[in-house]
C-alpha cells in the first residue's frame, strides 16, 4: 500500500520561503507522476506543480511559476517543493499525490487517477 508523508507546511509572512518535502513508501513504480495539490477554504482543487520521476518533465500553474521549484531525490522516493516569494493568496492546504502514469503536462486534471495522497500540509502566508 502506498503511503505519502508530508512535512514543511507553516506560517510565514509575505515574500518569505517554505520547503515542503513528500516521501513515499510501499510502492514499486518505475516511473511516475508526483507532486502538489492545494485548496483553500471556498475554493476549487488546484494542480500547483508536478514532475514525472523518470524524465523529469515538470508542470506549474501559472499562479506558482517563477516562485515555486519542484524537484525529486529518487534514492529517496521524496519529492520537494521549494515555495519563496509567497504570498497571502498561496494560503491553502497542500496535499501531495502520486500515480504510476506519466502526465504531468495534464496535471490539474490527474487528480482522479491518483494512487495515493498524503494527509495534507498547511501553509498560511500573512500579508
Known amino acids: 500500500q502506498v503511503q505519502l508523508v508530508e512535512s514543511g507546511g507553516g506560517s510565514v509572512q509575505a515574500g518569505g520561503s517554505l520547503r515542503l518535502s513528500c516521501a513515499a513508501s510501499?510502492?514499486?513504480?518505475?516511473?511516475?507522476?508526483m507532486g502538489w495539490f492545494r485548496q483553500a477554504p471556498g475554493k476549487e482543487r488546484e494542480g500547483v506543480a508536478g514532475?514525472?520521476?523518470?524524465?523529469?518533465?515538470?508542470y506549474y500553474a501559472d499562479s506558482v511559476k517563477g516562485r515555486f521549484t519542484i524537484s525529486q531525490d529518487n534514492a529517496k522516493n521524496t519529492v520537494y517543493l521549494q515555495m519563496n516569494s509567497l504570498k497571502p493568496e498561496d494560503t491553502a492546504m497542500y496535499y501531495c499525490?502520486?500515480?504510476?502514469?506519466?502526465?504531468?503536462?495534464?496535471?490539474?486534471?490527474?487528480?482522479?487517477?491518483?494512487?495515493?495522497w498524503g494527509q495534507g500540509t498547511l501553509v498560511t502566508v500573512s500579508s
Open positions: 499525490a502520486v500515480a504510476a502514469v506519466e502526465g504531468v503536462s495534464s496535471w490539474p486534471q490527474m487528480w482522479n487517477v491518483m494512487d495515493a
Open positions: 510501499g510502492y514499486s513504480y518505475n516511473c511516475y507522476s
Open positions: 514532475i514525472y520521476s523518470c524524465g523529469g518533465n515538470t
